[in-house]
């Protein structure tokens, strides 16, 4: 059975203030689908996803997400896209003055969540997710890098999305973190989550496969991935 097309943008220009910084872009992505979004810093990486939440209006082409035209969406009507968005910064925007369990607690009362039984249970069951569920009571201080982004992943799913957006999320993250919290997004799309990830670390892709799009020259390229002795080798196989 064919999977829910969660994304689909055909011929969109992307652009922030007068500067045009992709064009003709034509991107899809699937239910359950690992989108790495590749190309080197300020190629336009965050500015697609800013577009896919809406922080970025569209005026050209077409743009669906989760079944919204994003060139006629209202402002009003972006709270409710982005609960069914998860977002995971390279910057973490955690709360600095309360735990975790405040931080994740905190989100789900301003999404809806009244049980404060439920709230509980849902943020046991997500840190479980990601191998922090002793780190309830602990500050963000307290906290790796790497655990901090692994908090931020945890908040992200906290209200069960169809589609995560992760930005640079192992940008500034050695080589153990970076692996570990890849491994959880792409477990999370295996589970029925599509995920988009932003990355400059094409070192992930042999080891996490999904599709590859890169942003290059204001254009994004659809790319096919051979792994030949363990070495990613990149064609292209047709601009979209």
């Not at 998860?86 to 975790?100: E, S, W, Y």
């Not at 994740?104 to 990601?130: H, M, P």
């Amino acid at each position: 059975m064919e999977k829910a097309l969660i994304i689909d943008y055909q011929e969109v220009d992307i652009q922030r203030d007068d500067n045009l910084i992709l064009y003709n872009v034509n991107f899809q992505v699937h239910e359950g689908e690992f989108v790495y979004l590749t190309g080197v810093v300020g190629s336009g990486k965050s500015s697609l996803l800013k577009s896919i939440y809406g922080e970025l209006d569209i005026l050209t082409g077409s743009a669906e997400v989760l079944g919204r035209n994003m060139k006629k969406i209202k402002r009003r009507e972006i709270p409710a896209l982005r609960k069914e968005l998860g977002i995971v910064f390279q910057d973490f925007r955690l709360l600095p003055d309360r735990n975790v369990r405040q931080n994740l607690d905190f989100v789900l009362r301003a999404t809806g969540w009244k049980s404060r039984t439920e709230r509980a249970d849902r943020i046991n069951a997500v840190l479980e997710q990601v191998g922090l569920a002793d780190k309830l009571e602990s500050m963000p201080y307290e906290l790796s890098g790497g655990e901090q982004q692994r908090v931020c992943i945890a908040r992200a799913i906290l209200n069960s999305p169809k589609l995560i957006l992760a930005d640079e999320a192992t940008g500034n993250q050695d080589t153990e973190s970076s692996i570990r919290t890849t491994h959880i997004l792409h477990d999370l799309a295996e589970q029925g989550t599509a995920v988009i990830m932003a990355t400059h670390n094409n070192s992930l892709i042999p080891r996490f496969p999904g599709v590859i799009y890169e942003c290059k020259d204001h254009r994004l390229v659809r790319q096919e991935t051979l792994l030949l002795d363990d070495i990613p080798v990149a064609t292209i196989s047709n601009n979209e």
